[in-house]
């Protein structure tokens, strides 16, 4: 069979309508989720596959259309996630119009939220739940011998105008069995951070789920048991993306750092082997040590991205963050003097957060000295407890993700947490935020000097003439 798996573009994507001034992570990646797919169907069966990035080639609706019309496919598949659900939808429609008798998967974070509206959307033949990996390779061979797919775990289809759900899938547990994936299937170089010094970059996982209970998490679809890859696994796929030629690496983990053994061994793996290669984690605070930021730092970590949340221990208790304020400023200040560029997460508009608290947020984010701060205003997300909370507190009415999920628009607009603060004055603050921390003379004068070359200094100057424009 020829698979074509589709990365949809973000012509429509839906966020909150709050300006997001400063985006720590803009950039663009490649689709991590459909590279795995990719690579077990090549490791595991005799099919063909392609793969098409509409966000890294910049592709159109046009452009995507004659890209199909060039193609012979037996499956189109096709990630879905709830914000990217309006472009997924044109795509499954353009599917259909132009292959109209070849079936459409779809699969993604989307998918495990909402397997039946998915299944409900004009067009879609299959849909896959939990980790594509285990289940789409023998999907596929059943389907081309014209065998019985309902003992497969994790799909959804109709037969004979009934659904069909297949039992339950289980979480793969030996994430070392997973291939590496096949990078080279995309145009790997366009891939990009505005915050790194070197291109180009890509993403990497090394661990899958995440054992922590915030409330806001929205991510249940990795679970909470953290699985785990081997250092020695990690370091061979460091080692195939510098034979690539990708200089850095972001690790898209929920927690990098659940592990500190572990961390040790693949910055001993990278320091013993003198592997050249720049990477960034996502990290919490409180498994943090001077020793191992230390150790991050000889083996290339060049930057931590913290959340920390809120500058109260009410509101950071009530996120069931469980931080100890005091300590968040000691590891920004250690992780900032090992060389490590530090960013900070905040969030305002939080349960029963007031104005004072929101403000004292404020000077604790100007307090750390971070490098860099992410403020946003808090969306209760679908799958998370904060939306189940909200719904049963009256402070969000229905369940507009669920109606968004059945029938997408792009004029949706996602509830915030408006339980003491209406959006416009959530947003007020939120250009308070912006202007407290990034209009210093100071940090403006510091970033300079620490610009490193032409490329950084463009795309800094493109970000900070972006910020003057909007706040």
């Not at 991590?32 to 609706?61: F, K, P, R």
């Not at 037996?74 to 914000?83: E, K, P």
């Not at 693949?266 to 996502?282: H, K, P, T």
């Not at 920390?308 to 000691?330: M, N, Q």
Request: neutral net charge.
């Amino acid at each position: 069979m020829r698979v074509l798996l589709i990365n949809p573009p973000e012509e429509s994507m839906i966020t909150t309508n709050v300006p997001e001034f400063v985006d720590v992570e803009t950039g663009k990646y490649p689709p991590l989720g459909l590279l795995y797919v990719a690579g077990s169907i090549l490791e595991q069966t005799n099919h063909s596959v392609e793969l098409i990035d509409c966000q890294a080639e910049d592709i159109d609706y046009p452009q995507l259309e004659r890209e199909l019309a060039t193609r012979q496919v037996d499956l189109i598949g096709i990630q879905a996630t709830t914000f990217t659900l309006v472009d997924v939808a044109k795509i499954i429609s353009l599917s259909k119009k132009v292959h109209p008798q070849v079936p459409v998967a779809i699969g993604g974070p989307h998918t495990f939220l909402y397997p039946e509206e998915t299944l409900n959307l004009p067009g879609v033949d299959y849909v896959f739940l939990g980790e594509g990996e285990q289940n789409f390779p023998e999907f596929l061979n059943r389907l081309e011998a014209g065998a019985d797919t309902s003992e497969i775990p994790g799909i959804l289809y109709r037969k004979n105008g009934e659904t069909i759900r297949t039992p339950p899938p289980h979480l793969i547990a030996d994430l070392d069995s997973l291939p590496i994936p096949p990078r080279e299937l995309l145009p790997y170089k366009k891939y990009y951070s505005v915050l790194a010094q070197h291109t180009p970059i890509t993403t990497m996982m090394s661990s899958r789920g995440c054992p922590y209970r915030c409330l806001f998490c929205d991510r249940p679809h990795l679970g909470k048991k953290w699985r785990a890859r081997s250092p020695q696994s990690i370091f061979a796929e460091l080692k195939r993306c510098r034979q690539l030629g990708i200089n850095e690496i972001f690790f898209y983990d929920d927690t990098f750092n659940i592990d500190r053994a572990r961390v040790e061994k693949i910055c001993d793996l990278i320091i013993e082997q003198n592997l050249e290669i720049y990477w960034d984690v996502r990290a919490r605070i409180d498994l943090m040590t001077p020793e191992l930021i230390k150790k991050m730092a000889r083996a290339g970590c060049r930057r931590t991205h913290y959340g920390v949340e809120a500058g109260t221990k009410e509101i950071v208790k009530i996120l069931r963050k469980d931080v100890d304020l005091e300590s968040v400023k000691e590891v920004f200040r250690y992780t900032r003097r090992a060389g490590i560029t530090t960013l900070g997460y905040f969030m305002i508009g939080n349960p029963t957060e007031s104005r004072e608290q929101i403000l004292q947020t404020i000077r604790f984010a100007l307090e750390l000295d971070a490098d860099y701060v992410h403020f946003s205003v808090t969306t209760p997300f679908p799958g998370t407890e904060l939306y189940r909370l909200g719904m049963q507190k009256g402070i969000i009415s229905d369940d507009p993700w669920r109606e968004f999920a059945r029938s997408p628009r792009p004029d949706f607009i996602p509830p915030l947490w408006e339980e003491n603060l209406t959006r416009e004055e959530l947003i007020a603050l939120l250009h308070r935020a912006y202007k407290k921390f990034y209009i210093r003379p100071a940090y403006l004068l510091d970033q300079l000097l620490r610009v490193k070359s032409v490329t950084e200094l463009l795309r800094k100057a493109r970000a900070g003439i972006n910020l003057a424009f909007h706040i």
